[in-house]
């Protein structure tokens, strides 16, 4: 009886290493976002692609950072694989299958995932993305704001790739519209996504870009504001 129950119990527990060791199947929640993501963090001043793949590993399946993302997020090159339990969070795994990240879906396509020591991680679709913040190099130079589709700027003005006190020196060329002039810019910054021009006193004019030569002044108006690149 003892060399029996030996015999069972051995089956018993190899029947169960070997369903512990099969491969995972991907599940609808899962078949739903394999593909490629961008991860990021919440600031998006760190932005990187993460591809979740259909292919199995022992803790879940197989993903590929970017070469950028180990440099960006250290916590990356720990992670091995994923897995997105029906109903459940979209998990990023070490090797051992511990979770490194849990992400829930917050909206359409977006997941989020605060992660301590970290921060607050995204993970959401490059084409639903917002666009990434423009780099200082990106928008200095020289520059003209522009009414509506008059052909004369009312002031000409270089945006410097230099900090000052509150952001960028702003350097106005001889010439300007007294309108302008008396605001007296002296800095810009890119808040966001956005540009803005900072007089010495009052608000500060903010522009959304239309394209990379020219940004609009919003709130738009009738007669609109335009920088343009000169």
């Known amino acids: 009886m003892t060399r029996l129950f030996a015999i069972r119990l051995a089956a018993i527990f190899l029947a169960g290493a070997a369903h512990a ?17 961008e991860f990021s963090n ?9 591809t979740l793949k259909s292919d199995p590993t022992p803790n879940g399946f ?3 950072f970017d070469k950028n993302c180990g440099t960006l ?21 070490d090797a051992r299958g511990k979770a490194l990240v849990e992400f829930s879906e917050v ?19 490059p084409a639903g993305a ?5 780099a200082v190099d990106q928008v200095a130079g020289d520059w003209a704001i522009v009414r509506g589709n008059s052909p004369k700027p009312l002031c000409q003005l270089t945006l410097v790739a230099e900090a000052a006190q509150d952001g ?32 010495a006193r009052g608000a500060p ?21 335009t920088l343009v690149r000169q």
């Open 21 to 37: 060791q099969a491969p995972p199947t991907l599940n609808e929640s899962a078949k739903a976002v394999v593909g490629t993501w």
């Open 42 to 50: 919440a600031d998006r001043d760190k932005i990187c692609s993460l």
């Open 62 to 64: 197989k993903l590929e």
């Open 73 to 93: 997020f250290p916590l990356a090159n720990d992670v091995v694989a994923w897995n997105f339990p029906e109903n459940d969070l979209l998990y990023l795994l």
């Open 107 to 125: 909206e359409d396509g977006i997941y989020e995932a605060p992660t301590p020591g970290v921060g607050v991680l995204f993970l959401q679709s």
């Open 130 to 134: 917002a666009p990434a913040p423009k």
């Open 168 to 199: 960028m020196v702003l350097k106005v060329k001889p010439g300007c519209d007294p309108t302008i002039a008396r605001l007296n810019f002296t800095q810009w910054k890119i808040d966001g996504d956005e540009v803005m021009l900072l007089p």
């Open 205 to 225: 004019w903010r522009f959304e870009e239309l394209d990379s030569n020219s940004w609009r002044r919003v709130p738009d108006s009738a007669n609109p504001i």
